[in-house]
């Protein structure tokens, strides 16, 4: 692979000296990292003064993308070998990157931070040239290996791979089109004495001579096949198709199906028109082979069949009992492939699919993940479950292709299955240096969606991406991001990392035109692990892309505000563009509005506030809002003096609770008989004591002399608390939080919610959190118990010493 230079521009540093290799803000570095790490279970700038820094890449700018999950193959061996029999491309596979091997990168205006440049960079020699012309044509010719290497991994046909179930049994046969099945090649000659016969006949050949010229034709060199479609002789023979086409048998119109399949007829073909047509009259007089089998012709042909697919649908719900497994298999790979869910089938696809579970073979486990994943079909927990429980047990003997998706369909279904997810954690890593680049993208994706962390995982992704990240589209570069970003993950090459895909997003900024929320969702996975590249944020944030986004079919609005908010918090010294105040209010309000439906309202939440405004003394001392609306999520805002005493400051609740605060609803009947005799009238002594011996009930004895209210106001901080009275107060931002905060089975907070405590303690607040492994047991305990625990909770005194 040729060595190329790329002139490169870095934006003017401010305050800073040296180039940053991160892209990071000056965010607060001693946030919640390491303490949550312990507790883990398990391009326009100024470019008049700015030296230019040049780099080798190890890969050209105007590269070939070529996608190739075959790669997936259990081994690189089977992967070659597959790949070199698969060497097509699907349409729309390919991008090539715009510009030539020589290209100047020029940035928005100056910022004060840097974008990081590559790791592996390696400047250009001065002295030498004898020694340089050696050294490279060496590392040309490495790098030409390598090249091959990675391309072997990356090539992939999207067409024959889905289908690599089919050479699992030799039912398939008759139910699919086989690429690969060994025909005699014709002689030209022969072609040319055909072609000419058609010419002097001029249409009067019977139909059987007529299929008999396809099949012979279809044989001709794969060379000849493109000037053969455009030949003017051959498309003589294909009116002479369409003029008989109903005298055809079934079998002869299959043939010349398939010769336009080998032939390659482009879709919207005469022919094809009146092929599709002559199949639909003819569906009910066919059977469920020569059905299927013509389905697949019309996927290898990439024709869109919906009224074919409907009747063959339609026939197959009604002769639903006789369908073999490979028909099965091959219907619901038909299904997928179709892009649609036929929904009367759905609730018998599920009894088939268990019916025939212990029998498929593992690479068609995968074929009816990815057919169930391709058209939208959900499936009920417990098929997933039972297609989860196998693949967990037979992992190891599976190709990567199959694993990923079951996966895909794992991450749908939104099924956090720990046995497969464990056994993913002991297979996939060593794996991930011989998957292409979209296989790696859907499994570090499947991890983040069902908030699944496995650090082996996510360091083979993170070590093995580098070297491929050339290879990844817009939407897999935004994928990494937001995946690592999601799981607040940093890997120990974590500055080459991230700076191969900040530069890959560069690269690929003429795709986020068409794409606006790829690029929203990369600079989202960014700023959770505080990294804001300026000139990549300036760019999402103009009027112009703004635009761009209304049109796409995802509600981008609430990212572009995190986004923006974030910025606005993290990077004062930000220049670069922001969102006008119409929407940042328009935003807030839509966000608010949905805040109370349905956030405020959670039982844990309304509980909480309750509690607090006893504990306080009224609800003037508690607000239930969001502090920060970007977030997305709610906070319990409490002020204190420094002498630990609440203070007063939501006036507007106040003010509407004042008649139930008037007639002291905060402190019931049964609450004084709780505070005075240590239990409620109906509790025995034996569940008091019960109790105390529960993780909340040991809180009461420490705390329960302290939640005795004075007459007249809430209750008074602990003797602790009123020592060195200051003039200061504390903000303190209660987080009620659940199980969507955190990564399951872990203690390990996702990314948004360490952005949001992070930039809570920028603006001053103390983070006090009511973590659910406490919070939500405690519910369904006494109202003693809750208050005690929230009294502990409002008033550490480690709480003020912090803030102080």
């Known amino acids: 692979m040729a060595t190329v230079l790329i002139c490169r521009r870095f934006p003017r540093l401010s305050r800073v000296t040296t180039f940053s290799t991160t892209a990071k803000c000056q965010a607060e570095s001693g946030s919640s990292r390491s303490k949550q790490k312990k507790e883990e279970n398990p391009e326009t700038a100024n470019t008049g003064t700015e030296s230019a820094a040049k780099i080798q890449l190890l890969n050209p700018l105007d590269y070939r993308v070529l996608y190739n999950p075959s790669a997936y193959a259990k081994s690189r061996a089977a ?26 990168h020029t940035f928005g205006t100056a910022s004060s931070q840097a974008l990081p ?79 000419h016969s058609v010419a002097v006949c001029k249409g009067s050949q019977s139909p059987g001579t007529i299929t008999g010229y396809f099949r012979k034709l279809s044989r001709l060199p794969v060379e000849q096949h493109a000037a053969l479609v455009s030949e003017p002789r051959f498309n003589t023979l294909c009116r002479c198709a369409v003029k008989n086409i109903r005298l055809f048998s079934t079998s002869d119109l299959i043939d010349i199906l398939k010769a336009c399949v080998r032939l390659v007829v482009p879709p919207t073909h005469p022919l094809l028109n009146a092929c599709e047509n002559e199949f639909c009259r003819r569906v009910w007089d066919m059977n469920l082979d020569q059905l299927l089998l013509v389905a697949d012709c019309w996927r290898c042909l990439e024709r869109s069949v919906p009224s074919y697919l409907s009747i063959l649908f339609s026939y197959a719900n009604m002769h639903w009992k006789d369908l073999t497994l490979p028909q099965f298999v091959q219907l619901v790979y038909i299904i997928g492939e179709g892009r649609r869910s036929p929904t009367d089938l759905m609730q018998k696809v599920e009894s088939t699919i268990l019916k025939y579970l212990d029998s498929f073979t593992l690479e068609e486990v995968g074929a009816i993940c990815l057919g169930l994943f391709k058209s939208l079909s959900g499936v009920s927990d417990h098929i997933m479950r039972k297609i989860a429980d196998r693949v967990s047990l037979q992992m190891e003997d599976m190709s990567t292709y199959a694993l990923v998706n079951v996966l895909k369909m794992l991450r749908y ?71 690592f970003g999601c799981l ?77 908010k974030s910025v606005e918090i993290e990077c004062p010294s930000y220049q670069g563009s922001r969102l006008p105040p119409q929407l940042y209010q328009e935003i807030t309000e839509m966000l608010m509005n949905f805040a109370e439906q349905e956030i405020y309202v959670r039982p844990e939440i309304v509980e909480a506030t309750s509690l607090l405004e006893s504990v306080l003394g009224g609800p003037e001392y508690v607000k239930n809002h969001m502090i920060l609306p970007h977030t997305r999520s709610s906070d319990l805002e409490v002020h204190l003096a420094m002498d630990g005493h609440p203070i007063p400051f939501n006036l507007k609740d106040s003010i509407a609770d004042k008649k139930l605060r008037d007639i002291g609803v905060s ?51 602990p003797p602790t608390l009123t020592l060195n009275r200051q003039p200061r107060g504390v903000k303190l931002a209660i987080q009620v939080s659940n199980r969507n905060h955190y990564c399951c089975y872990s203690k390990r907070l996702l990314g948004l919610h360490c952005l949001k405590r992070r930039q809570l303690q920028r603006l001053g607040y103390v983070v006090v959190e009511l973590p659910f492994w406490e919070w939500f047991p405690l519910l369904k305990r006494t109202r003693l118990e809750k208050l005690s625990y929230l009294h502990y909770k409002v008033f550490d005194p480690a709480l003020l010493s912090r803030a102080a």
Request: proline letters at 6%; hydrophobic letters at 35%.
């Open 413 to 483: 279904t939104r099924m956090d299955h720990l046995p497969l997810l464990k056994e993913l954690g002991k297979v996939i890593p060593t794996r991930i240096p011989t998957i292409n680049i979209q296989g790696i993208m859907h499994i570090t994706l499947t991890c983040s969606s069902l908030h699944y962390f496995d650090e082996g995982v996510m360091a083979a992704v993170a070590l093995s991406l580098p070297s491929k990240v050339t290879y990844c589209r817009s939407k897999d570069a935004a994928k990494f991001l937001w995946s």
């Open 117 to 195: 440049p590559l790791r592996n960079a390696l400047p250009k020699p001065k002295s030498k040239p004898l020694l340089e012309q050696t050294f490279s044509a060496r590392l040309s010719t490495a790098q030409t290996k390598e090249e091959a290497e990675n391309e072997k991994t990356e090539t992939h046909d999207s067409k024959e791979d889905p289908r690599v179930f089919q050479k699992g049994r030799p039912e398939y046969r008759s139910l699919s089109y086989d690429k690969f099945e060994l025909i005699e090649t014709l002689p030209l000659e022969e072609g040319d004495s055909i072609l």
């Open 79 to 104: 992967s070659q070998q597959h790949a070199a029999g698969n060497s097509g491309q699907a349409l729309g596979d390919t991008f090539t990157s715009p510009g030539t091997a020589q290209v100047q």
């Open 667 to 717: 402190l019931t009947d049964d609450l004084m008989t709780q505070l005075i005799k240590g239990r409620s009238n109906s509790q025995s002594p034996v569940e008091v004591e019960n109790e105390a011996r529960t993780p909340g009930g040991a809180l009461i004895a420490d705390a329960r002399l302290q939640v005795e209210p004075k007459s007249g106001c809430g209750f008074e901080a």
């Open 488 to 564: 607040d993950y940093e890997p120990p090459n974590e500055e080459e990392f991230y700076s191969s895909l900040i530069e890959q997003m560069h690269r690929k900024l003429h795709e986020f035109g068409k794409f606006p929320e790829h690029l929203l969702t990369g600079l989202l996975g960014l700023a959770f692990v505080k990294r804001f590249p300026e000139e990549l944020i300036d760019y999402a944030l103009r009027d112009e892309f703004v635009q761009k986004t209304r049109g796409s079919k995802y509600e981008l609005k609430k990212d572009l505000f995190t986004l923006s």
